[in-house]
């Protein structure tokens, strides 16, 4: 096997995961602010405020989180994207870049992209 096909495998096994995940998860993202006096939607206010206004969430606060997604959001919400819909893209572009140091430590771990990339799935 080349060394070009070598590293061309596991990034196209990367990317297959990440548009399965991307396509499971764009349907299901919150477009809409948070109204709900249910239990388990109010971190999802929450962060929705938070992200948008630069404020500390929870008691202790997520700084790194906090910080990086407040600058993205307002990076977003320059090019248009409704302050409601940025804060659900910080998640997943965080949860995105979680995913894909996983796999790259699993492919370094086991030498099997294939087996990385549905793991990741």
């Excluded at 590293?7 to 709900?36: D, E, F």
């Excluded at 998640?91 to 140091?101: C, M, N, R």
Aim: with cysteine.
């Amino acid at each position: 096997m080349t060394h070009r096909t070598h590293i061309q495998r596991p990034l196209l096994l990367w990317l297959g995961a990440l548009v399965i995940l991307l396509l499971c998860y764009v349907p299901l993202m919150q477009v809409i602010p948070n109204g709900s006096e249910h239990y388990f939607m109010i971190d999802v206010g929450e962060t929705q405020i938070v992200l948008n206004e630069w404020g500390t969430l929870h008691a202790t606060g997520y700084p790194l989180y906090v910080m990086t997604g407040a600058g993205a959001v307002g990076l977003m919400r320059a090019f248009g994207v409704p302050p409601v819909i940025a804060p659900a893209v910080v998640s997943l572009l965080w949860g995105l870049l979680a995913l894909t140091l996983m796999f790259g430590l699993m492919v370094k771990l086991t030498e099997r992209a294939l087996a990385s990339a549905l793991v990741v799935v």
